[in-house]
């Protein structure tokens, strides 16, 4: 389970939360030009754009939840479970992993034009990290500053959405979604309008009431409706801090507070982060659950011809 969402304020900003019921050990990690991304099925990447996001990392290779590059283009991967299906090696195709996709495309990318000539030639294949490592279903949204993509790869193959609210939740297909936004076009932030009959006194008895029906509760469906309600109606302002915050207010209506969504036994799911990056600037911003101090790492602070990655620890949880 977890929310991604774009937003566009002068500068654009780029982030998720992360909604689930155990750590990863989740660090903030800058990729360099120079650092060799591994790949199974092709060519190392040698020299590529610089990119930085939360990640975990194993084996010296960052396994990132979101991240932007340095031309401004960003990803993450969200749950997509039982709708989420990689396929055997295709010789017609570059077969990349769905643990290599974010470096892949950010590494090779400045913008959503040449992540989706990249993605058509793409077969996200089934291999696994490690032994003790499977792989996660997911799914994806690819953004830079005007577009955003959603990617996901399926029994009947590799699906590529417009994504033109900027949006992503989880199950069910991103299809559903976009259907879905219909059954909402009603509502307003402002007073209820009576267009139920001129023969009742109706009365607007509390304000927002013209958002009457927007989704609450935690599941995916719910959750893209009200992102995208909030996202929309924002206001958009001129300082950087201020738009950080709204940004992060954004994500914060559809956080998971603990014991809200039991996944199993007595798990629960739980917003353990949230970024926003500015994809301009190039700085990551991010909160945890236990530490709503706003944190930031300026990728531009880096030596970005490194050949190692840098890795910052975030406050435990």
Partial sequence: MCTAITFNSGDT??????????????????????????????????????????????????????????????????????????????????????FELIPYILGKCKDVGEALRELKAINIVNISFSKELSLSPLHWIVSDKEKSLTVESTEAGLKIYDNPVGVLTNNPTFDFHITNLNNYMSLYEGDSKNLFSDKINFENYSFGMGALGLPGDYSSASRFIKATFVKYKSMKFRNEQENVNQFLYILASVAMPKGCVLVKNSEYEYTRYSSCCNVNKGIYYYVTYNDRQINSVDINSYDLNSCEIKIKKINKF
């Fill in 13 to 98: 900003f780029f982030g998720r939360n992360l909604d689930v019921e155990c750590s990863y050990n989740e660090c903030v990690v800058i990729t360099p030009r120079n650092f060799e991304i591994q790949m199974r099925c092709l060519e190392n990447l040698k020299n590529h754009y610089a990119f930085l996001g939360m990640a975990t990392v194993i084996n010296d290779f960052p396994l990132y939840f979101d991240a932007t590059n340095e031309m401004g283009l960003s990803m993450a991967g969200l749950n997509f479970p039982g709708n989420a299906f990689y396929h055997e090696f295709d010789e017609a195709l570059n077969n990349v992993t769905p």
